[in-house]
């Protein structure tokens, strides 16, 4: 299962849509209060999450970080329409983190969750 945190509706059905497909299962979060309870609720389900930078309230660093308590080993994709290296600089050297830039393709979405869950499982 897929953990979705972002605030655009759009997006997550898109997402869900297309992981769907994949026969990858989804939920989805429009906040990090939101991400971080379904997080709880689900662990032991969740095998990585695609989170929002720039999310209203919470934001996106700070439920990183309460992700992080949960499980600091979960794999985290970091979303934003930032270049890589401004939104990712503050988490150099953070290990199951990566970055998707928005916009991005189908292509792109599906490549990135086969990516990070084949690295998984060979942990």
């Known amino acids: 299962m897929v953990l979705i945190i972002d605030d655009e509706y759009a997006l997550q059905e898109v997402m869900a849509e297309i992981l769907g497909l994949s026969g990858i299962s989804v939920v989805a979060a429009d906040s990090g209060e939101e991400g ?8 032991d389900q969740i095998r990585m999450i695609f989170l929002d930078l720039h999310l209203p309230g919470m934001g996106g660093r700070a ?19 930032q270049p890589e290296v401004s939104a990712m600089a503050e988490f150099s050297g953070q290990k199951h983190l990566s970055y998707l830039e928005k916009p991005f393709t189908l292509d792109v979405l599906v490549a990135s969750v086969t990516t990070v869950l084949t690295a998984s499982e060979c942990r």
């Open 36 to 43: 971080i309870r379904l997080f709880s609720k689900y662990h």
């Open 63 to 81: 439920t990183l970080r309460a992700l992080r308590e949960i499980d600091p080993r979960i794999d985290v994709v970091i979303m934003s329409g």
